[in-house]
């Protein structure tokens, strides 16, 4: 295990052969190759997460393993499929690649995220000569273990989590290893569907191989190269040029997680951030010993929160590459939840993973307020029911994750009601609940006075009411922050966002709260769960008046909160403008 | 027999209304087609309209009284929307739901922006009401509709001074009853209020879709009733009324009457036409595969044609952002376009886009403020475009400073004028090249396999690269590439599609009542079509089921013919697994199969003119010679001197090498050296790109 992470490889070089028009157009290509291989797997892959939930990744590596182009849907895959291939190299080194190999791996402790993602990486040729790797992600819907979907809070080791993969050999250019794919389909819930998406997999990589050659053809394998090569130099100036724009800073901050998973007390991710001159170095030393559930975080995953927290500051729009990780540094202490022993269990790391994110966007928020925004929703409130399908009887697993409230910001409000950070996947439906399970959707809905309030207000958090129908249902929900000390922090005088809260309401009228836990439901009882709302960013008195008038009208800040906490006093609709000021000038 | 029946002399109008000019084509039997364009006016395009049938009636020597279909594309549905210059809608939901709308998919705009906005819902949440109702899936009442909410409910959104009101409940596809008495109730209260219902408008399962598609049909439906109320009155002044038609998203028209309540089928009313005519010309000129290309000022739209046919979605958004669930023309909109502008960025790239010059102050040549290099002064510099003869003439600019604003931009960049002008096309041309195979790829398409029609001002200027690029072997430019969506107006059939969503196991549908509600949408659809005066022998009902494998979220649709028995229903099963690898690459036979929807077209056919009468105007007897020679700069080979033909020369045998450019009024076509171009017996010129390695 790596005590450190360091993502710098190589320096850049200024010397080039090529100039800005040449590099502009080889890259374009690279990156739409990318975008082509999402594409084919998006397309040929069979299960709903995969397709409809749009939970995976392609990326375009060069002969070294660096990442040159990624299309990552959902931001949790960000930079993370170079640590699995570098990793594989250990086992399986460069020289030996042949034309046709495909590799497969998802072992969190040989680089991979968690043990529903499993990578395949298959090396591109030409006349010979190694010009590229093909790399995909993709979340399969079930890789056994002891719950479906793989995933859980209360898991204790790995071995609780279903297949685990070390990188092997998947095929060569004559055949599929079928010991390899017997073994996998011996082990899952769903055979078909994982054998389904695995060759979309390998369809995607093998197309994205057919892009890389014709773009060698077309413009030469020196060409090729040198364009990759400067593409990372290109992603790493952008990068290192907004660095020095930003003040040097030496910033801490801490997070919790409610819980370890099992009930234990709340687990700390503390956060060093050293920003000087053109680098930055992210130290998780500090964070809390790993954790006896579910929700420790394997370091391919760790490090892609730590990305997109930096990219998200420093420079959202350049390219994704290996260049652009160049100038972040990350420190990983081992045995930690950020870089745990195995065997810790890892499945439900996107809970801390989102914390992560949130505690490093607090530690620079302060001093970066017009690069940053006050907390946000990081609960990754989720249910799964084991149900049966309303009319023929069969029974299914219904799963759904809730968004929440974004922070405020010193040029707006936070968003209302969305999917954050590293996440960003559906809603399911009212109506194709209720087509698909015993269960219906009583209500879906923003959550008054749920944003922090502040001269900007945080978005506002949702609230979904699940009634379960015709017989009894076990099933469990999970949810972070719902402790309020938790819950997504204002900044610059802004107020913090409400907590979560999810409760099973009997048919009875009683009522059990609950953070993380199974259930039994019998018909006629609800769940509801409450997710967050955005921290607010300035003093709420100096929010415009007539922001908080609309929000009263539309029903987003209630009567009594515009006159408690904004001062804002309205009688019959309109201002009462007199007493407003009074209250105001308080 | 088809709508215009056996009077083949009838004489048939196309109009469609574009950003700058509003095209008009007059078609008649054995007379040469007239085609005339006329300044639009954005304040009332109806005053175009009318102008432009008039001086068509004129050149024609005919009374305006004689026109017996006048088809019209609109962008007032589109600019309504783009501008958000709709009506103040209400909505009404079912209790516990009035956030559907402004939630969404609960999915953010941009993945790495953490001071984002997400645009604001078109009904605010003041103007979003809820009533106790419940229907569950089986159209079964659960709750009650309780009337004195909706009453109340329908009481404040009054006092508000809406303009429409949106109705939508959960399940309401499966028993319309409560949307049906809500629009009662406000009918008492007001008479005059417009009063859309889910059902009617989107009747198909997953709640923010259908009721995204409901709330735009009451954002429109009180403008686009307003404009062709206008338009109707000014056309019946002149004795033809009736005879208007509208153009709609699914490529076919619709009598003005029926646009005024389906006006959210008319937000791709313009570049419909486009598609139905680029289907017509690939099918007749045997190339029936093929990607169409349009390239305008500041964007450019890419369409597939597959089997002679314009591809149709079954849903899309508007502004990129609010669902519409309404069969589409499969046309994907990118923001690069002659406008836009080539700079440097930060790392030091050159990049060209996404920011536009647009018409004001466009680009530098148009000496009209604009002092930034787009990829229109490109092209004038590198010699593409002839500075003498830019839009027949009629418009002049300014090449120095083309020159200027290049020459401040290679400085940036360090390199020569030349190389900055080439680079901006070349960049230009890779992201449209990865757009072209972005859309084709994602559909399971390989460019490859296509021929590519270029249209629009700009699209013949790059279409060559773009193939070269794209390794498609085959260009063809249109002969009426300039009025190319007027003419596709005048091609396309009338069309109404209905839907009716029943979620059933294959294997244990019942067939006859499938039949029954197939039945059902068809007497519907002959209905509608014969209330806009098409005799029955010319309607078609064509049927078709969205199927899926059980456990699957989307579907697929499926063509049927004929009465549905079980027979029926496994042919559509067997053609489900082929649609399915076909798409999707795999398919899985021993899956149960699921149907989702029932859909049905009804189609009145309009008889197509002899083709005779219709393309071949352009097609001269004149010597093939160049009206011209000049220096123009090619990348790989430098600057040559080139011939530049006008293409109202060309003879049907006329056959050219590149390089040579070839001009017209209203577009430059541009034939790269290795290339050769000829004339095909429709008038089209066919670009070869066999010829390269």
Redesign the interface.
């Known amino acids: 295990m790596r005590k450190q992470s360091q993502l710098s490889i190589e320096k850049p070089e200024t010397e080039s052969k090529i100039?800005?028009?040449t590099?502009?157009?080889v890259y374009?290509?690279l990156?739409?190759a990318a975008?082509?291989m999402s594409?084919?797997l998006?397309?040929?892959a069979?299960s709903?997460i995969i397709?409809?939930m749009i939970d995976y990744s392609c990326g375009i590596f060069d002969n070294k393993g660096n990442l040159i182009a990624q299309a990552e849907n959902?931001?949790a895959h960000l930079g993370s499929m170079g640590t699995a291939l570098r990793d594989l190299f250990n086992d399986f080194p460069l020289d030996t690649f042949q034309p046709g190999d495909a590799f497969l791996v998802n072992d969190p402790y040989r680089g991979g995220q968690h043990t529903p993602d499993l990578h395949v990486f298959t090396p591109a040729f030409l006349e010979g000569q190694l010009i590229g790797i093909c790399g995909t992600i993709a979340h399969h819907a079930d890789m056994g273990g002891k719950n479906p979907g793989t995933e859980g809070f209360d898991n204790k080791s790995i071995f609780e989590e279903g297949l685990r993969i070390p990188p092997v050999k998947l095929a060569t250019a004559e055949q599929i290893n079928e010991a390899v794919t017997t073994i996998i389909a011996g082990n899952v819930r769903e055979p078909?569907a994982t054998m389904?998406d695995l060759?979309?997999q390998i369809?995607a990589c093998r197309?994205g191989e057919g892009r890389l050659k014709e773009l060698a053809n077309r413009y030469g394998v020196d060409t090729l190269l040198e364009v990759m090569k400067k593409s990372m130099d290109?992603?790493e100036?952008?990068m290192r040029?907004?660095l020095a724009a930003m003040k040097d800073t030496e910033a801490t901050a801490s997070g919790w997680l409610d819980d370890d998973g099992v009930g234990g007390p709340p687990v700390e991710i503390r956060i060093k951030v050293m920003k000087r001159g053109r680098d930055i170095e992210v130290d998780f030393t500090g964070t809390g010993p790993q954790m006896e559930g579910g929700m420790n975080v394997p370091p391919a995953a760790a490090t892609s929160a730590v990305l997109?927290a930096i990219?998200?500051?420093v420079d959202?729009s350049?390219p994704q590459n290996q260049g652009c990780f160049r100038p972040i540094k990350v420190r990983l202490p081992e045995g930690s939840i950020v870089n745990p022993h195995f065997p810790a269990a890892v499945s439900l790391r996107h809970l801390a993973v989102q914390r992560i994110a949130d505690t490093i966007?607090r530690a620079l928020s302060e001093l970066y307020p017009e690069?940053?925004?006050a907390g946000?929703f990081v609960g990754f409130s989720s249910l799964a029911i084991d149900s049966w399908h309303?009319i023929?009887g069969n029974p299914?697993v219904i799963q759904d994750d809730?968004?929440g409230g974004?922070?405020a910001?010193?040029?707006?409000d936070g968003?209302?009601?969305?999917?954050?950070h590293c996440g960003?996947?559906?809603?399911l439906?009212?109506?194709?609940c209720?087509?698909s399970y015993q269960i219906?959707v009583?209500?879906?809905?923003?959550i008054p006075d749920s944003g922090g309030p502040g001269t900007w207000r945080g978005g506002l958090g949702?609230k979904r009411?699940y009634e379960i129908l015709e017989q009894e249902h076990q099933g469990l929900v999970y949810t972070e922050q719902s402790n309020p000390d938790f819950a997504p922090w204002g900044l610059k005088g802004g107020k913090a966002g409400s907590s979560a809260k999810i409760r099973h309401v009997r048919k009875d009228g009683q009522e059990v709260e609950m953070r993380k836990g199974y259930f039994q439901a019998q018909p006629g009882d609800r769940i509801i769960i409450e997710t967050s709302g955005g921290g607010g960013y300035g003093y709420p008195v100096l929010r415009d008046v007539q922001r908080t008038i609309k929000d009263v009208?539309?029903?987003?800040i209630s009567l009594e909160a515009a006159e408690k906490v904004y001062g804002v006093v309205i009688k019959d609709g309109c201002i009462d403008v007199e007493a407003t000021i009074l209250k105001q000038s308080k | 027999m088809s709508v215009t029946g056996n009077v083949l002399n009838k004489v048939r109008v196309g109009i469609d209304t574009g950003g700058t000019f509003t095209d008009c084509v007059l078609w008649q039997n054995e007379k040469q087609p007239i085609v005339v364009k006329v300044p639009s006016t954005p304040q009332n395009p109806a005053e175009a309209i009318i102008n432009g049938l008039q001086r068509l009636c004129d050149l024609a020597g005919i009374p305006v009284e004689e026109v017996d279909l006048l088809a019209h594309g609109t962008t007032v549905a589109t600019n309504a929307m783009l501008q958000e210059q709709w009506a103040k809608v209400g909505l009404i939901t079912t209790k516990g739901f009035r956030d559907t709308l402004e939630i969404g998919t609960q999915m953010r705009p941009e993945l790495y922006q953490l001071q984002q906005k997400k645009t604001a819902p078109i009904v605010p949440r003041h103007l979003r009401m809820e009533v106790t109702e419940r229907i569950d899936p089986q159209g079964k009442v659960v709750d009650e509709l309780n009337k004195e909410e909706v009453y109340e409910a329908l009481k404040k959104l009054l006092s508000e001074d809406i303009e429409s009101l949106a109705v939508s409940f959960l399940f309401s596809y499966a028993n319309s009853e409560h949307e049906a008495l809500v629009r009662e109730a406000a009918a008492e209260l007001d008479p005059e209020l417009y009063v859309c219902i889910s059902s009617e408008v989107s009747p198909e399962f997953r709640e923010y879709p259908r009721t995204s598609t409901t709330v735009i049909n009451g954002a429109l439906a009180p403008v686009v009733r307003r404009y062709i109320r206008y338009l109707r009155e000014e056309l019946q002044s002149r004795g033809i009324g009736e005879k208007l038609n509208i153009m709609q998203s699914n490529g076919g028209i619709v009598s003005g009457k029926e646009a005024e309540v389906s006006s959210h089928n008319l937000i791709l009313s313009g570049p419909a036409g486009g598609a139905v005519a680029a289907a017509e010309i690939a099918r007749k000129a045997n190339f029936p595969n093929a990607l169409t290309f349009d390239m305008g000022g500041t964007s450019s739209d890419i369409g597939i044609i597959i089997d002679g046919k314009p591809q149709v979605v079954q849903g899309t958004s508007v502004n990129d952002v609010y669902p519409l669930q309404v069969p589409t023309v499969d046309i994907h909109t990118i923001g690069a376009g002659g406008g836009s502008i080539g700079w440097k960025d930060k790392g030091g790239a050159l990049k060209v886009g996404p920011k536009s010059a647009g018409a004001v102050p466009g680009p530098a040549c148009y000496g009209k403020g604009g002092t930034e290099p787009t990829v229109t002064d490109a092209n004038l510099f590198l010699g593409r475009l002839d500075p003498e003869n830019y839009l027949g003439g009629e418009f002049t600019v300014y090449p120095e400073k083309s020159y200027a604003a290049l020459e401040k931009l290679a400085k940036e960049l360090d390199l020569d004028v030349e190389r900055v002008a080439s680079g901006i096309l070349e960049v230009a041309n890779a992201s449209m090249a990865g757009a072209l195979r972005v859309v084709s790829s994602r559909r399971g398409y390989d460019p490859r396999d296509f021929a590519l029609i270029a249209f629009g001002g700009a699209g013949p200027l790059h279409a060559t690269a773009l193939a070269r690029e794209l390794g498609i072997k085959t260009v063809i430019i249109p002969s009426s590439a300039g009025v190319l969506c007027a003419q596709g107006l005048l091609l396309s059939d009338m069309r109404h599609d209905f839907t009716h969503t029943e979620v059933v196991a294959l294997d244990i549908a019942d067939s006859a009542s499938l039949e029954r509600s197939f039945v059902e949408l068809g007497e519907r659809g002959a209905a509608r079509l014969k209330g806009e005066g098409v005799p029955s022998e010319c309607i078609h009902l064509k049927r078709s089921l969205d199927l899926r494998y059980k456990g699957q979220e989307y579907y697929l649709n499926v063509p049927v013919e004929g009465e549905v028995t079980r027979e029926l229903l496994q042919e559509a099963a067997g053609s489900f697994h082929e649609v399915h690898k076909n798409t999707y690459g795999h398919a899985a036979e021993n899956e149960p199969v699921e149907v989702v929807n029932l859909r049905l077209s009804a189609i009145g056919e309009i008889e197509r003119l002899d083709d005779e009468q219709v393309v071949k105007q352009e097609v001269g007897l004149n010597a093939n010679t160049p009206i011209n020679h000049r220096s123009v700069y090619f990348n790989e080979y430098g600057w040559m001197d080139t011939p530049i033909y006008h293409r109202g020369g060309f003879s049907l045998d006329t056959e050219i090498a590149g390089p040579a450019i070839i001009v017209q009024m209203d577009t430059t076509m541009i034939v790269e050296p290795q290339q050769t171009v000829r004339v095909d017996e429709q008038g089209n010129l066919i670009v070869s790109l066999e010829g390269r390695a």
């Open positions: 100039d800005a028009i590099l502009e157009v374009s290509g990156l739409a975008d082509e594409g084919v998006g397309r040929s069979y709903p397709r409809e959902i931001p078909r389904g060759r979309a369809a197309y290109y992603s100036l952008r040029t907004e997109y990219k998200c500051v959202p350049t966007l690069r940053t925004a946000t309303p023929h299914r809730l968004g974004m922070g910001h010193p040029n707006g968003i209302d009601a969305v999917d954050t960003n996947v559906a809603i439906p009212a109506e194709v209720e087509l219906r009583r209500s879906t809905e923003l949702i009411e009208r539309e029903g987003k």
